[in-house]
């Protein structure tokens, strides 16, 4: 389920410093499969070349509103017949305070005109021009006329002032605009999740642990959070960074974990727990490092809480979904841990590949019985679980 699959895009390229941005982002927006047709302005050309954007996208770029290589010389229209959405990045404050006027003076403000598709700009100017009442202006009447406005972020700017007005990076562009395109079904939702491993200490410098990788979780929040949900993360120690729009609390024990969950419950519609988290934990943690006596040691391991049979069992409790990771025998177990933790929904897989894979094949398990998904990149399986979760919600307010 990619979002950007065979999307046509048109990105209008503007005349900032940030332009060299816009580059990276059509590579990634090609990547995914979306057709970028990119638009020039004049100052934009002054940045990076019409080459660059070619040879990028694979199409021809554009200029001129007077183009002969339309044949129609209609390139306004052309352009925009048929896409799914325009983005601008970068959006100058000239090009806000053009579009907020309806110009139509050159071929991308034409075509913002003639345009019956959603229009999005990612602001990048100097922060003093961004703070401008005259931009601030703009950008709430084009915020009132329904273009949605994406950024811009503080930090250094190329001008040597720190402030409001960078724009968003390549990939935080790239993830908006998969966003934008993914339908609001988790809107008003509020969602509680755990992912990834968890430690628990031996002595200051040993722990046991496991080696999930904590990608399906994060996977499953950015999906939550692109539906549009309200979502903490509460993670054990991973490398991934934070997804856009995600809460994420850093936990590292089993004991921690249940903890924040705890603490973030309330109000909450979903409890997804993803997370690997130990069955057993070292029934005391030595204070310092333990030394080496040759000799047999063992480790007394008392048994953790199960955080989610326990959210599960709240007499209030939020729609819990839980995962199942097995090695044989999926639909018995994955059947069984449902029934057992009393879970509304299930996601079972297969380890055989082992923990820590970009892809997976998961069996989704509700009343309805089992419902296998095509092996998939984590990121497109996430976006299929949360779809299949948002349909057995109750309606909001409803529980
Ligand atoms: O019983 P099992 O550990 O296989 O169950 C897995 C599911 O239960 C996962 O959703 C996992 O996040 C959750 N779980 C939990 N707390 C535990 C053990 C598992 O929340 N102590």
Redesign the pocket.
């Known amino acids: 389920m990619n979002r950007l699959q065979g999307r046509k895009l048109v990105l209008g390229v503007t005349g900032g410093v940030a332009a060299y941005k816009a580059a990276e982002l059509v590579r990634l927006l090609g990547k995914a499969g979306a057709d970028v047709h990119v638009v020039l302005t004049e100052g934009g050309a002054r940045f990076v070349t019409a080459v660059t954007f070619q040879a990028l996208s694979g199409n021809p770029v554009w200029t001129d509103l007077w183009d002969p290589r339309m044949d129609n010389n209609m390139a306004h229209i052309d352009l925009v017949r048929g896409a799914d959405a325009v983005l601008i990045a970068p959006a100058t404050a000239d090009c806000l305070a053009r579009l907020a006027q309806g110009r139509a003076d050159d071929l991308l403000s034409t075509l913002c005109l003639a345009r019956d598709v959603p229009l999005l700009v990612a602001p990048a100017m100097n922060r003093q021009m961004w703070e401008h009442p005259a931009t601030q202006r703009n950008v709430a009447c084009l915020a009132g006329d329904g273009v949605t406005i994406v950024g811009p972020a503080a930090g250094e700017q190329a001008c040597g002032e720190t402030g409001m007005g960078r724009m968003l990076e390549p990939e935080e562009l790239f993830e908006a605009v998969i966003a934008f395109f993914v339908p609001k079904r988790l809107a008003g939702r509020k969602v509680v999740m ?1 992912a990834g491993p968890t430690y628990e200490a031996i002595d200051p410098v040993r722990a046991i642990t496991n080696t999930s990788s904590g990608k399906m979780g994060y996977a499953i929040a950015a999906a939550c959070a692109r539906a549009g949900a309200e979502v903490v993360l509460v993670s054990g120690p991973v490398a991934l960074p934070v997804p856009a729009g995600v809460k994420r609390v850093d936990v590292r024990s ?1 004991l921690d974990m249940r903890a924040a969950v705890f603490d973030a419950l309330p109000g909450a519609d979903v409890f997804v ?5 130990a ?1 057993y934990r070292p029934m005391l943690a030595a204070e310092h490092k333990i030394k080496k006596s040759g000799e047999q040691m063992s480790i007394t391991l008392t048994p ?6 326990e959210v599960a069992a709240l007499s209030d409790a939020p729609f819990c979904v ?4 097995e090695s044989r025998d999926l639909d018995a177990y994955a059947e069984g ?1 449902r029934a057992n ?1 009393k879970l509304p929904m299930l996601v079972g897989n297969l380890v055989a590949d082992g923990l820590g894979g970009d892809d997976n094949t998961v069996v989704l398990y509700d009343d309805a019985g089992r419902h296998p998904l095509p092996r998939a990149a984590k990121a497109d399986l996430a976006a299929q679980i949360v779809d299949h979760m948002a349909g057995l919600l109750p309606p909001v307010g409803g529980r």
Do not use: E, Q, R, S
């Not at 727990?273 to 988290?277: E, N, S, T």
């Not at 839980?322 to 990771?325: E, H, Q, R, T, V």
């Open positions: 755990t089993a727990g993803v997370a690997a988290v069955d953790n809480p199960d955080i989610l049979a839980g995962f199942a990771a841990k933790k």
